[in-house]
């Protein structure tokens, strides 16, 4: 079955980094995209951006554009999101999620992965 | 970008009665890009309906989307007790891509 599965939560500094790896199995990589989402403590989910499994093109919200990086690793159906300049209001459950299009983020999401928590302190 | 408004912020059924869904879109969602999300306790979302009315592999009929324009609602037509989840909208037709807030679902 299709299964995403991602890395461990992480705790971070303020001004840190962080990556999140999601691995993918269950189905061909290149035919879907990845997004990437988060959910803050008592906020709504958020759509951090898209990348395409085809060919890496990506789409960054506004609110990350600065900050983000997506990227993926079709040898081995893997993709990775790289957060920057790490902030408290970061701290939030991230979750990656295969996108039903390869070729734009406007797309619906299944499945999730598990979700990774990075806690960010001063 | 699209705000999506979902009501009641809370239902409480008895197995056997309806439930009836709402999310409302700041502006109109395009070509029905509308898709709708079950969470249960300790789970990551599952996609229950996409394209504003079709069913997602495996979900059950009693599950149906319906809507356009500006106006969505997910019915289930007899809950069961199973069915106690959070449900949430998303509208996929304009970027950026924005999630309703839920509505909590208790079956009593």
């Known amino acids: 079955q299709v299964q995403l599965v991602q890395s461990g939560g992480e705790m971070k500094k303020s001004g840190a980094s962080v990556r999140v790896s999601c691995k993918t199995s269950g189905y061909t990589f290149t035919r879907y995209g990845i997004s990437w989402l988060r959910r803050a403590p008592g906020q709504g989910l958020e759509w951090m951006g898209w990348?395409?499994?085809?060919?890496?093109?990506?789409k960054y919200a506004q609110n990350f554009q600065d900050r983000v990086t997506m990227t993926t690793d079709t040898s081995t159906g893997t993709a990775y999101m790289e957060l920057r300049s790490l902030r408290s209001d970061d701290t939030a459950v991230y979750f990656c999620?295969?996108?039903?299009?390869?070729?734009?983020?406007?797309?619906?999401?299944?499945?999730w992965g598990q979700g990774t928590l990075v806690t960010v302190s001063s | 970008e699209i705000v999506l408004t979902q009501s009641p912020g809370t239902l409480s059924l008895s197995p056997g009665e309806r439930a009836t869904l709402s999310c409302r879109a700041s502006q109109h969602v395009t070509s029905g890009f509308f898709a709708w999300y079950q969470q249960k306790p300790g789970q990551a979302p599952g996609l229950l309906i996409y394209?504003?009315?079709s069913r997602a592999t495996g979900i059950p009929d009693r599950f149906t989307g319906s809507g356009s324009g500006t106006d969505f609602t997910l019915t289930i037509s007899r809950v069961e007790p199973e069915d106690s989840a959070v449900y949430f909208c998303q509208q996929y037709g304009s970027s950026p891509v924005t999630f309703g807030r839920g509505t909590k679902l208790d079956i009593k």
């Open positions: 990348i395409s499994g085809h060919n890496g093109n990506t």
């Open positions: 394209g504003a009315s």
């Open positions: 999620v295969r996108a039903s299009s390869t070729w734009s983020e406007y797309s619906w999401f299944d499945p």
